[in-house]
C-alpha cells in the first residue's frame, strides 16, 4: 500500500519516517509560496486587507465544512482548544450541585478548563476508563439529571480509542446537557460529526497541516441556540459601540461572538492552503487510507506481543495507533536514532499513520520496535 500523497508535498528531511502527527505534522511545502501572499497583505493598504478578510472568512467556510456544521458563521478562531474549551466552561449556566462528565485520562486541554466550576459548587465527574475500550456504559452511569456537559475527545490522545459520539450525544441529549467535543486526533484524517455535538473544537497544527497559534471552535447553533459569552473583548460587539455608553452593545450574531482579539492571520492563509489540500483529496478518502495502514500497524504490533491500546475495529480508531510500554520515551529514543518518529510519553508509544505514510513505512517501524524492544 503505497502513500496517499506524494512525500514531495511535504517538509520533509530524506529518510525519516514520520508517523509522530499527533504530536505535529510537517509542513505543505506550498506554504512557502502561502507566507509569501501573507507578507504581501500584512499592512500593505486596503487591498492587502480585504484579502486577508477574504482568506478569513473562506477559512471559516472551509472549517464548517470539516464539521459539517451549516456555514461559516458557525466557526470562531481561538488561539488553542484550552482557549475554547475555557471559553465554553465560563459560557456553561451552572448552579452549585450540578455536574460535568469528564474521561478520567483525558488530555489537559479537556479536562482542566472545567475545574474551575467546582468553586461554584459543580462537581467535576470523572468517567472510569479502565479497559481502554469504548465505555459508552460507563458515561452512561456517570451522566444524570444534573449533568450540564459532557466534554471528551472525538479519539483519545492516549490510547487513539476513536469514541462513539452517536452514543455520547444521545446521552448527554437525554439529559439536556452539552456535548463538548475535541476533534484534535480526527480533524483532517477522518469525519467530524459535528451536527452531533453541540460545540466540536480543533488543533490545527497536528493532522490538519496547519501550525500552531490558531484553533477552530465550532457552534452547533441548531442544538445550543444562544451562549452568552463570559470571557470578553474588543470583538465581543457586532458593531462599534456607542461611545457616549460604551457599556451597551449589541454582541456579534456568530461564533465571533467566542473571540475576545485577533486571531493568527498567518496562522489562519497556512490554515486555508491546508484545509484546501485535504478538501481536494476528500476526507473520506484519508479516512480509509490512514485507517488500513493504523489497521496494519496494529496487528503487527500485537503479533510482537505488545500491550495494544487502541481498539483493532475500525469503528473504533483512526490514525493513531498506541501501546503500552514501561519506558516510552527511551524507546521513542531508540526509534528516531534509526530516523523513525514516534511519540513516548504518558506510558504509552504512540504512532501515527497519515497522507505520506505507505505500507513500506508501517514495516519498517514494525521492524525496528521489534529490535529496539528484544
Given at each position: 500500500?503505497?502513500?496517499?500523497?506524494?512525500?514531495?508535498?511535504?517538509?520533509?528531511?530524506?529518510?525519516?519516517?514520520?508517523?509522530?502527527?499527533?504530536?505535529?505534522?510537517?509542513?505543505?511545502?506550498?506554504?512557502?509560496?502561502?507566507?509569501?501572499?501573507?507578507?504581501?497583505?500584512?499592512?500593505?493598504?486596503?487591498?492587502?486587507?480585504?484579502?486577508?478578510?477574504?482568506?478569513?472568512q473562506s477559512v471559516r467556510g472551509l472549517a464548517a465544512e470539516l464539521f459539517g456544521l451549516p456555514g461559516a458563521?458557525?466557526?470562531?478562531?481561538?488561539?488553542?482548544?484550552?482557549?475554547?474549551?475555557?471559553?465554553?466552561?465560563?459560557?456553561?449556566?451552572?448552579?452549585?450541585g450540578d455536574n460535568v462528565v469528564i474521561e478520567d485520562r483525558e488530555f489537559g486541554a479537556v479536562l482542566y478548563p472545567w475545574l474551575h466550576l467546582e468553586r461554584q459548587g459543580v462537581e467535576v465527574r470523572l468517567v472510569r476508563q479502565r479497559d481502554w475500550e469504548p465505555a459508552e456504559g460507563a458515561f452512561r452511569a456517570a451522566i444524570d439529571a444534573r449533568t450540564r456537559a459532557v466534554a471528551c475527545s472525538q479519539v483519545s490522545f492516549l490510547t487513539g480509542l476513536h469514541h462513539n459520539l452517536e452514543a455520547l450525544a444521545e446521552l448527554a441529549r437525554a439529559r439536556g446537557a452539552w456535548l463538548v467535543v475535541d476533534a484534535t486526533h480526527a480533524a483532517g484524517a477522518v469525519p467530524v460529526p459535528g451536527p452531533l455535538c453541540d460545540f466540536v473544537l480543533s488543533a490545527c497544527y497536528k493532522w490538519l497541516l496547519g501550525w500552531h497559534g490558531v484553533a477552530l471552535l465550532g457552534w452547533n447553533r441548531e442544538r445550543v441556540?444562544?451562549?452568552?459569552?463570559?470571557?470578553?473583548?474588543?470583538?465581543?460587539?457586532e458593531a462599534v459601540p456607542d461611545r457616549e455608553q460604551p457599556k451597551t452593545y449589541v454582541r456579534s450574531s456568530d461564533?465571533?461572538?467566542?473571540?475576545?482579539?485577533?486571531?493568527?492571520?498567518?496562522?489562519?492563509?497556512?490554515l486555508e492552503n491546508a484545509l484546501r489540500y485535504l478538501q481536494a483529496i476528500g476526507i473520506e478518502r484519508i479516512a480509509e487510507h490512514d485507517r488500513a495502514l493504523s489497521g496494519r500497524l496494529n496487528r503487527a504490533l500485537?503479533?510482537?506481543?505488545?500491550?495494544?491500546?487502541?481498539?483493532?475495529d475500525a469503528n473504533y480508531r483512526a490514525g493513531n495507533?498506541?501501546?503500552?510500554?514501561?519506558?516510552?520515551?527511551?524507546?521513542?529514543?531508540?526509534?528516531?536514532?534509526?530516523?523513525?518518529?514516534?511519540n513516548g510519553s504518558d506510558g504509552r508509544i504512540r504512532m501515527g499513520t497519515h497522507l505520506w505514510c505507505g505500507?513500506?513505512?508501517?514495516?519498517?517501524?514494525?521492524?525496528?520496535?521489534?529490535?529496539?524492544?528484544?
Open positions: 500500500m503505497a502513500s496517499l500523497v506524494a512525500r514531495s508535498d511535504f517538509e520533509l528531511p530524506d529518510g525519516l519516517i514520520h508517523l509522530a502527527p499527533g504530536g505535529e505534522s510537517p509542513s505543505l511545502r506550498t506554504h512557502r509560496a502561502v507566507l509569501e501572499r501573507y507578507f504581501a497583505s500584512k499592512g500593505t493598504g486596503p487591498a492587502g486587507q480585504r484579502t486577508r478578510e477574504e482568506v478569513t458563521e458557525t466557526i470562531a478562531f481561538v488561539p488553542s482548544v484550552s482557549d475554547g474549551m475555557n471559553a465554553l466552561s465560563h459560557a456553561l449556566p451552572v448552579r452549585a441556540p444562544e451562549i452568552e459569552p463570559a470571557l470578553l473583548g474588543w470583538k465581543t460587539p461564533a465571533t461572538r467566542l473571540e475576545i482579539g485577533n486571531p493568527s492571520y498567518v496562522g489562519i492563509f497556512v500485537r503479533e510482537l506481543g505488545l500491550d495494544v491500546a487502541t481498539p483493532l495507533t498506541c501501546f503500552w510500554h514501561a519506558e516510552p520515551q527511551a524507546l521513542a529514543t531508540k526509534l528516531a536514532a534509526e530516523s523513525i518518529w514516534v505500507e513500506a513505512d508501517v514495516e519498517a517501524a514494525v521492524v525496528a520496535v521489534d529490535r529496539a524492544i528484544g
